[in-house]
């Protein structure tokens, strides 16, 4: 017994036709409400506002089977990505973030992703920042041509700013908020030197011949948004702080140099010797250029200077540096020539062993 077949068909009254909607009668789609079967019956109704027929045979403003495909055919100057979802002309999606290909910058007829833009994936805009690490390292206006920062030994990259924290809100040369922020590092090994005749990028620029070893030793601090360490490459951390000008502290990673040992500097978390004004036992504890004074910090001998006993105007009996007379202070070797740091005097001073 041959089955009944049945087709159940809209009214013309349940479409739209103030959407110029219509009931498809044809083999297709038969029984939905339709604007299209073909981009012509769009364009002519619409012009190039809708001049896509999508898959629901209704006029939309770009579509196609591919993203590619929709972008072509639809979009052109500064909308000329098809954002497939909404099925508008948009100016990039996050999708060519990694490549550059809507938000980098164009170098004879390429697109470069190294400029330090990206795509919004909520807005489908072009904002600073970036998502990847390839989208950092040139800047907008490098001075040279876009190869130079292809180039491994290219001039113009940024080598602090190779990497990308896509978590950032705020990116050194950018005022106002980004979405993410190219830094100088995210993981230790971002902070070994770039070897000459490589590829590789890591760190701050170094001078490595082929081959050689890469480690210099640093590490990536991460520090809270505030830090102005944070994502930079440096050489030890402070956890716990001197107690006294608390400017510095003891590290495992600032071991001794042939002139004496070392400490952690507090601002830089940089490996360095002890300077004017910090608390010392020995003259080779000291060394370190204070900021503000034009003083040499070493002497004759290689070494600074540890002054247990100076001017005798100071708060302590005798002029020691310390009232129990058991420690000295870091202290510039002056003259008639040089600048003192501000609140400092050249005046006549004594270390530990009587020396002056």
Known sequence: MRGLQRQLRLPAADCNAGLNETCDTSTTTPGKCVQCHTNTDCQNAFGASAGACDDTGHCVQCWGKTQAAASHDFCSGGLSECNLATKTCVQCIADHNATGEDCGISSGGTMYAQDARTC????????????????????????????????????HRRPDQEHCDPRRTTMAGVTGPTLGACVQCTDNTHCEYKIVGTTQYSGVYGTFAHGDTNSNGKICHLGSSLDPNNHKCVQCECTALDGDTNTICDSPSCGPTASGPRVCDAATLMCRHKHQGEQCLEDNECGAAYPTSTCNAVGGGGTGFCAFRGNPDTPYVGGYCAADKGTGRCADFCDDICHCASGSACHPASDGSGNS
């Open 120 to 155: 919004n994936a909520d807005t489908y805009m072009c904002v600073a920042g970036c998502q990847f690490d390839s989208q950092c390292g040139c800047p907008h206006l490098s001075g040279g041509p876009e190869s130079d920062c292809l180039n491994p030994d290219g001039t």
